[in-house]
């Protein structure tokens, strides 16, 4: 069974950044296409950016020059830089891994930029 555990959520003014990471369990990581996706209030979840097993970076065009996805195989971790935050990128980010049409999702870490 995967298991993905995020962290470095929290509170940040406008302009500021934050690191995402999450964790994976299991030995498919270095296997799999890993995301990031974010739920606000009353929105649908929607994808932020994903990496291929090998590498390549793929974002939506709102957070495109803004966050960089990258990925440690070594460490089963994969990372979300944001920077120059807004208030719009406020919402609960959530980690997934996909592999063979499976998907397993983290719990969830929040991400409030005040204005």
């Known amino acids: 069974q995967v298991q993905l555990v995020e962290s470095g959520g929290g509170l940040v003014q406008a302009g500021g950044s934050l690191t995402l990471s999450c964790a994976a369990s299991?030995?498919?990581?270095?296997?799999?296409?890993m995301g990031w996706y974010r739920q606000a209030p009353g929105k649908q979840r929607e994808l932020v950016a994903k990496?291929?097993?090998?590498?390549?970076?793929n974002y939506a065009d709102s957070v495109k020059g803004r966050f960089t996805i990258s990925r440690d195989n070594a460490k089963n971790t994969v990372y979300l830089q944001m920077n120059s935050l807004k208030p719009e990128d406020t919402a609960v980010y959530y980690c997934?891994?996909?592999?063979?049409?499976?998907?397993?999702w983290g719990q969830g870490t929040q991400v409030t930029v005040s204005s």
């Open positions: 997934n891994l996909f592999i063979i049409s499976n998907n397993y």
């Open positions: 299991g030995s498919i990581f270095r296997i799999s296409v």
């Open positions: 990496i291929t097993s090998g590498g390549s970076p």
